[in-house]
Every structure is written in structure tokens, then in C-alpha cells.
């Protein structure tokens, strides 16, 4: 089933704050993202960035791909803007650690590649 003209922009919008979080947390303990406010807000704006972007993907493209956590995803950005005082930052953290590095590895293959650069005229 073909992409929808859209979807690509939201798949790679996905990727890319999955592999920021990654790099911001690169290195980092749980105890010290824990006492980081600028990180946890860094994290949780990507986070809701990457939520946004999974509930616009078509929907033929997410039931083709199933396996890929869509509606958690989503429900993830919903808890970050309106249930942001009761955020558990064990919840996010793991999230960090045990879900976003497989996410990364399910969404870069989906991604097509850009068409090649016109040849320059003469």
C-alpha cells in the first residue's frame, strides 16, 4: 500500500525527536535525568513531538504497520500536555531506555528514501 503524501514527513518527524532524546540521554543515569529539569522538558517536548506525529500518519499506514505502538504513542503526548502534573518521571524514563531505541530501529526503514537531485541543466 502506497505512503500517503504525508506520512513520510510525519515518519521522519518521528525518527528525528526519537534520535534526540536518545542524544540528549546519551550517558546519563536515571538519578541524574531525574534532578534535570532542562533535560526532563527537553525530553518530554520530543516525546510529545513524536505523539503528534503518530496520530497524523495515515490510518491505512498504521494498521499495515501494527507492530509499531501508534495509539500509545499518542496517548503518551495527550498525558505530557494535559496530565502534566502528574508525570512520572520513572514512566518517561523508561519509555527513554526500553522503548524509544526500538522504535528508532521499526521507523528508519519505513522511511523512503528522497529522490535523487535533479541533474543540473546546461
Known sequence: MPLERRDPAYLWDMLQ???S???FTR????EDYAQDEMLQAAVERKVEIIGEAA????RAFQ???S???WSQMAA???VIIHEY??????RIWELVTRHLPRLVEQLAPLIPEPPPDPEPGP
Open 17 to 19: 525527536a526519537a534520535k
Open 21 to 23: 532524546v536518545l542524544e
Open 27 to 30: 550517558g546519563t543515569a536515571y
Open 55 to 58: 496520530r497524523r500518519v495515515s
Open 63 to 65: 494498521m499495515e504497520h
Open 67 to 69: 507492530e509499531i505502538p
Open 76 to 78: 503518551q503526548r495527550n
Open 85 to 90: 502534573d502528574r508525570l512520572d518521571a520513572v
